[in-house]
């Protein structure tokens, strides 16, 4: 049976570059390998007319494939014409034509569209003790559903439908998201349980804040104990005794150590004999209830003092004794104080068990030592693996407010995720011929999502399609569909074959992920210099090999440009660390073999930033053009 | 700003009263007595906004009669302090303050009471003082001599009683110019 190839253009676009749309159309019909071209005002199923299943689809004038194609096992290619045509050198008749050449051609290569059904665990591990895990269980209990919390020890049920297993640790997690054996071990041994999500609470790890100059000061915990302690300690019956309370000292405070040292404050002021001052660089008290207490323990005499940043000056007088001094412009004097007792406030650090969850569930740690990357787009409670989440002192949140904020985002995942049993099948495709079991690809995936049972495989809701296997495989056996290496080769061999005229400006390629630099070259005013640029849309920069830089220069490029997200923003938190490294190497070994590396180049971009990725571009033109014509030239001679 | 910039700022300035508080010597009952008494009532609300001061218009030539400041002493607890301050005296009760207030605190009124406090514990200044016996000596806040009236007939102007006693009897009938007691 042979392939139905289907090019649809849009009308407007035609007219917009001004040609004439029924001469152009004559012109993509009469190609060979095109069974029907159309021309079509609109997208919607009316607008383009039947479509045979399987059949390949061009869709010229369109950024994104249509849906209801996809299920009859289309293969489609869109490509938007207005953005890429404003991009390329030459007549509009002929780069519209070329665009639509080198779609065709990608679009044999792509595979089908494929779903399948999964069966998902609908339950959720909730691990850790203290109030983040406990506003986590409730979250999720409140959204109906089953909830197994690690917590501590009861003797019974935790609230609602929840099953309480104190006293077990986490101490692996295979499988994937919906579908995790975990591992749990105890002092009786090792138990598994099959959840769909796990958020991981952690514990809660307090460090005195250093107070300022050699102060011996008692850590906020121990007062609090003090205070509740039975006998009362002596000082309570002292009238002139004075408690001073240093609130932040050097960092900022949290509401959560506000709220502690308001209720010490006023504990000691409202219920004993004794004196309370505090001092503090900020009052935080942006938190329910709390404006209300600082109220109270203003009329209950506490005496509230601001400080600098630093904290008050600390004076000491010899045998331990010392005095804090700070100037208060309101009073328009120094206030002095010597304490007889000197409080200091407890900071959130990260627990030192955090390390070994991490190894035990394969998270990647941030810098400062919490459960998730230093990525912006894994706010609020997202880890490298997905349908795994941290919340809470697992990733350095104190304050309870954003604390319930992480819990009711990872919730809201997680039932995303186990109630999602239909998913597109794995993008990833591997040659058997060509895989020798390395194990490479499983090592290198930053989100756990390959698995190994003779063949790697890509769990389809896993894998964040970073394209760093592909990138890797030492073998080239693992491609990730549709940005295939024959896909993307047959598209360059299409754009680069164009015929080049003397006085044309040089050739570019550029290879951009998806996120950022095809979303900054849409929103890219047109260029201001001649420029001849050839856009491919990695799926991310991540994808970017050594390959496929040979390639372009081969088949013609005079310079190649790599542009990635930012690397705190990088969707996927390896892909553009990972491109950059990868491209640095590669510029090494061009320039031991003579080749000049700077001939490819690497740029970070975002999707908001269509101007600053223009300018780029035409810097970067610029550049090749002094260097003169690209090696493909110098072979042609 | 360093701690050492803080300092340098201070002590350019002059100064406006202590260099140096000790906050010990704060009475956290203090600014109860005086929200307890009428007028005092507002004195709680205050969170140092400054606007009063920025409006008062002895403190543009006073910088020491500072609203902000007099309220940040009563709620530190200074007693002494404030009710021996001399610039407690200095306001022209213009009502400005009172009516720029945005946590309706009442300065003019709590200062009424401060300065009650402090003539009932004995710190009404000389000038003040001596002004109950003028006005029962005089029947006015001023004595009236020989000088005065002398300059009155050079401007043609008739002249005023001197040692008016019909005043006194009047007051004592009144039981007005008598010091309140306790």
Redesign the interface.
């Known amino acids: 049976m042979t392939t139905v190839r289907i090019v649809l253009i849009s009308e407007n676009h035609l007219v917009a570059a001004g040609l004439d749309p029924k001469e152009f159309l004559g012109r993509v019909s009469a190609w060979e390998q095109v069974t029907e071209a159309r021309l079509v005002r609109g997208w919607t199923p009316g607008e383009i007319g039947p479509v045979p299943d399987g059949a390949v689809v061009v869709l010229a004038g369109r950024s994104a494939p249509l849906p209801w194609l996809e299920d009859r096992g289309c293969r489609q290619f869109p490509v938007d014409l207005a953005v890429r045509a404003a991009w390329l050198a030459g007549p509009a008749a002929e780069k519209t034509a070329v665009l639509i050449r080198a779609a065709l051609a990608a679009a044999e290569k792509v595979p089908a569209f494929s779903r399948l059904t999964i069966q998902t665990f609908p339950r959720l591990l909730v691990a850790g003790v203290g109030r983040a895990a406990e506003t986590t269980v409730r979250a999720a209990d409140q959204a109906g559903l089953e909830v197994v919390w690690l917590g501590p020890e009861n003797n019974g049920h935790g609230p609602g439908n929840v099953e309480l297993r104190p006293g077990r640790r986490l101490a692996g997690a295979a499988g994937f998201a919906g579908r995790f054996q975990v591992l749990l071990t105890s002092d009786h041994g090792f138990e598994e349980i099959q959840v769909g999500a796990i958020l991981v609470c952690g514990h809660e790890a307090r460090t005195p804040l250093t107070p300022p100059g050699d102060l011996k000061a008692l850590p906020l915990s121990v007062f609090e104990g003090e205070l509740r302690g039975n006998p009362r300690p002596d000082w309570a019956d002292k009238p002139?005794f004075?408690v001073a309370f240093i609130a932040g000292a050097g960092r900022s405070t949290s509401t959560d150590n506000m709220r502690r040292v308001l209720e010490a404050a006023l504990a000691v002021?409202a219920g004993t004999k004794a004196?309370a001052?505090v001092f503090a660089a900020q009052v935080k008290v942006a938190e329910s209830g709390l404006e209300r207490l600082y109220t109270q323990a203003?009329?209950?005499?506490v005496?509230f003092?601001r400080t600098?940043e630093?904290g008050p000056?600390v004076e000491s007088s010899g045998d331990g004794a010392f005095r804090l001094r700070v100037?208060?412009?309101?009073?328009?004097?120094?206030?002095?104080?010597?304490p007889d007792l000197v409080v200091v406030e407890e900071t959130l650090s990260p627990a030192i068990e955090n390390g070994d969850l991490a190894a035990a569930l394969g998270l990647t740690m941030g810098k400062d030592g919490y459960l998730s990357p230093d990525n912006i787009l894994f706010l609020p409670a997202s880890t490298n693996r997905r349908g795994i989440f941290a919340l809470g002192p697992a990733r350095g949140t104190e304050e309870p407010g954003a604390v319930a904020w992480e819990a009711a985002q990872a919730v809201a995942e997680a039932r995303r995720i186990i109630g999602a049993t239909e998913i597109e099948a794995s993008p990833l495709e591997v040659d058997l011929g060509r895989c020798t079991l390395c194990l490479t690809c499983v090592r290198t995936c930053p989100h756990q999502a390959l698995g190994f049972a003779h063949r790697p495989s890509a769990d389809p809701v896993a894998c964040r399609r970073c394209g760093l296997c592909a990138a890797e495989c030492p073998m080239d056996a693992l491609q990730l569909a549709p940005f295939t290496d024959p896909l993307v080769k047959a598209r360059l061999e299409v754009l680069l074959g164009r015929p080049r005229e003397k006085t044309a400006p040089p050739r570019l390629v550029v290879f951009g992920c998806r996120r950022s630099a095809a979303a900054a070259l849409a929103a890219a005013p047109p260029p201001q210099a001649p420029v001849d640029l050839c856009f491919i849309t990695l799926p991310c920069a991540g994808r970017i090999e050594d390959d496929l830089v040979w390639s372009a220069f081969l088949l013609g490029a005079d310079g190649v440009l790599v542009a990635a997200c930012h690397e705190d923003n990088c969707r996927t938190h390896r892909g553009s660390p990972e491109a950059r490294r990868r491209l640095e190497h590669l510029r090494r070994l061009l320039e031991e073999t003579g080749f000049p590396p700077e001939r490819l180049g690497f740029t970070t971009t975002a999707p908001n930033l269509g101007v600053g990725f223009s300018r780029a571009i035409v810097e970067f033109n610029r550049r090749i053009g002094e260097m003169g014509p690209g090696p493909a030239a110098e072979c042609e001679k | 700003?360093?701690?050492q910039e803080?300092?340098d700022q201070?002590e350019s300035?002059p100064?406006?009263?202590?260099?140096?508080?000790?906050?010990?010597r704060?009475r956290?009952?203090f600014m109860h007595e005086v929200a307890a008494r009428r007028g005092g009532e507002g004195l709680?609300n205050c969170y140092?906004c400054g606007a009063c001061s920025a409006v008062c218009p002895v403190e543009a030539q006073e910088p020491g009669f500072?609203p902000?400041?007099l309220i940040?002493?009563v709620?530190?607890?200074l007693k002494d302090e404030v009710l021996e301050s001399p610039q407690l005296w200095l306001c022209s009760t213009c009502y400005t303050c009172l009516e720029t207030c945005p946590q309706k605190v009442g300065f003019t009124e709590v200062l009424f009471v401060l300065k009650n406090m402090a003539a009932q514990a004995g710190h009404l200044p000389p000038g003040l003082a001596v002004q109950p016996d003028l006005l029962r000596d005089h029947g006015r806040l001023y004595e009236i001599t020989d000088f005065e009236n002398g300059n009155r007939a050079e401007l043609g102007l008739p002249g005023l009683p001197e040692k008016p006693e019909h005043f006194r009897t009047i007051l004592e009938r009144f039981r007005l110019g008598a010091r309140e007691e306790g």
């Open positions: 002139d004075q002021a004196r001052c203003r009329q209950a005499g005496v003092i600098p630093s000056v100037y208060d412009p309101l009073a328009g004097a120094e206030l002095v104080l010597a | 700003m360093t701690d803080v300092k201070m300035q100064a406006v009263g202590p260099r140096e508080i000790d906050l010990a704060g956290p009952g709680r140092a500072d902000r400041r940040r002493l709620l530190l607890g």
